[in-house]
């Protein structure tokens, strides 16, 4: 890891839940570097929230009189443009890097994932385009310190956590929808699990998508079933019986989820696991009063008719659809923000 130490003043951004959990890694592992952090923040809710954290945060224009040494940017996908902001106002000489750059970062992220654990050939590894490639959508760990910048970066790991992936899959059959670069399929693989198939087309209509998928697959070893489809057409009728479905990150992608958490429901045997965003949207039910809280769902995407619903509306979607219970395990919306990260398994 770059030694942070030679630096008197680190300006860190975007603060938002990806510093928060760098900060949580850097007081855990460097506590000491700690002292010399300053937030940028700004209007966002997401971000000013970090003022819990009991750091300074600045406003963008204190940044000149700040005159931080040394920037860490935590959003792999703001990386670049806000390399070209911060030396427009630091000057070129500032040095500027990604938290996902920090391999130690990332191993501490990546502890609890057992893909982590597992060899990669490192043939295979070699062989890879890496400098051509498109960017990676998870962030995969491909052994001796390598891990390809990615979309999702860090994230990746956290949802491990927070949507309670089953620590022991032995056994088990598992669909993953919305798989991409698979690293849930592949994670399920390597907790044991007797079978994954994993669906996708946003990432595999181009073939390039596809064929990544499978150079991870042969690089650690694992085998997948893959199918290229469109998941808001899914069918129970297309697929043999799972135990465990997961719909991580897509539901809020889908046309009718209604629709689609019905088929889950006859596919699944056990649960299905989905995650997302959701609105923080309380307001009483006029209908049903008893101080229940209404379902909303907000048409996110009116073009493609995509919908962001309260977690009150999920949870009647799945009673709906036939589950006999679904269980909220992760429910988190910073202080002033309208927008939660949400995890539920419906169990059948």
Known sequence: MQDLTDFRRILLYPAASGAAYFL?????????????????????????????????????????ASQPDAVIVCSPELFESLSDSFRATLGPQTPIFLADYFVEYLDWEARASALSRRPFDPVTREAFPFAHAPRFFHSMPLG?????????????????????????????????????DGFYSLEAKARGAAA???????????????????????????????????????????????????????????????????????????????TGRTIRAALPDPFHGHGRQASVMVLSDNQAGKWTANTHCLL?????????????????CPDGSTIASTAIHAMV
């Open 24 to 64: 949580e890694f850097l007081r855990a592992q460097h506590g000491d570097i700690c002292s010399r952090i300053l937030c940028l923040g700004d209007r966002d809710p997401n971000k000013i929230g970090l003022l819990q954290s009991g750091l300074p945060v600045i406003a963008p224009e204190d940044i000149p």
């Open 144 to 180: 001796n310190g390598v891990y390809p910048v990615s979309t999702k970066g860090m994230l990746t790991y956290r949802l491990l956590e927070q949507c309670r992936f089953p620590a022991d899959l032995t056994g088990k059959t598992v669909l993953d929808l919305g798989a991409a």
């Open 196 to 274: 994954v198939t994993a669906v996708d087309w946003l990432y595999w209509k181009d073939s390039d998508g596809l064929q990544r998928f499978r150079w991870l697959q042969q690089g650690y070893g694992l085998e997948v079933e893959t199918r290229l489809q469109d998941v808001n057409a899914i069918a129970a009728e297309d697929f043999e019986p799972v135990d465990v479905v997961l719909l991580l990150g897509l539901y809020y992608h889908l046309q009718d989820p209604f629709r689609v958490f019905r088929e889950l429901r006859r596919l699944a045997r056990e649960r299905v696991i989905i």
């Open 316 to 332: 009647d979607l799945l009673r709906l659809a036939g589950y006999s219970r679904a269980e909220v395990v992760f429910d988190f």
